[in-house]
């Protein structure tokens, strides 16, 4: 009997959070990436718009450590900018995610101290509509291919050192963050590199056989990447 009232409960609570009623809390936004970068022709910029969901259940509902737990999801794809013609800057989902709206709109100063002004701080981004440069810190992770139909090319760009990716006159200007009504980006990076999907499928990393020690690897950051920090939408 009490097996078919936790079921029946769980079937409500999309519900239950969708109105935040009984402790069962739920937050969404969309929040738009936007790289800025100078070229030797002018400034140019290109973004990418994620969703956040973000889903919390009351403290008396569950058992032992999953009582009052958070679960998130993030969906989206990198911002892909092409700086000249056939070369292109990602910055991927690496590094990227609610939490960078969270640092970027909430400042040190003013960080949540209890469970109720973390659900403050959430529905302060959930409404807020306003848009910050971020800080170098908060940088996803910046990647180029030499030839975007070999993903082999995977390389790292430094965002101090656009120069050494792309030629003299390219710099990084800034990143921004911005909550906002937009729609959610879709297909754009895949157009460019239609072979995501299937190197996802094959290998599940862009660079095939990655050494078992980050020490062992050429990039350490890019030892791991897979085509999912691209675009969360492959494989579907």
């Known amino acids: 009997m009490r097996i078919r009232s936790i079921c029946r409960l769980l079937l409500l609570l999309p519900v239950l959070s969708g109105c935040n009623i009984l402790g069962f809390e739920h937050w969404s936004w969309h929040q738009k990436l936007t790289v800025i970068v100078q070229t030797p022709s002018g400034e140019i910029a290109g973004s990418s718009v994620s969703a956040v969901t973000i889903s919390r259940v009351p403290t008396w509902f569950g058992l032992g450590d999953t009582r009052g737990n958070i679960s998130t999801g993030f969906s989206g794809e990198a911002v892909a900018l092409q700086v000249s013609p056939g070369k292109y800057l990602f910055a991927v989902l690496e590094g990227y995610g609610y939490e ?9 100063r003013t960080k949540p101290r209890n469970r109720a002004e973390t659900g403050e701080a959430y529905s302060q981004l959930q409404y807020t509509r306003t848009t910050r440069v971020l800080p170098p810190d908060l940088y996803p992770l910046l990647v180029t291919f030499d030839d975007v139909s070999d993903p082999l090319s995977l390389k790292r760009v ?14 990084l200007k800034s990143v921004e963050l911005t909550i906002t009504d937009e729609p959610v980006t879709e297909g754009v990076v895949q157009k460019i590199l239609p072979w995501l999907d299937d190197v996802g499928r094959e290998r599940g990393t862009i660079i095939p056989n990655p050494p078992r020690r980050l020490r062992d690897a050429a990039d350490p950051s890019l030892q791991y990447l897979g085509p999912l920090k691209f675009s969360t939408e492959l494989y579907k």
Do not use: N, Q
């Open 100 to 108: 960078t709206a969270w640092s970027a709109f909430l400042p040190a």
């Open 158 to 171: 430094e965002r101090d050192d656009l120069i050494s990716a792309f030629g003299e006159g390219y710099s």
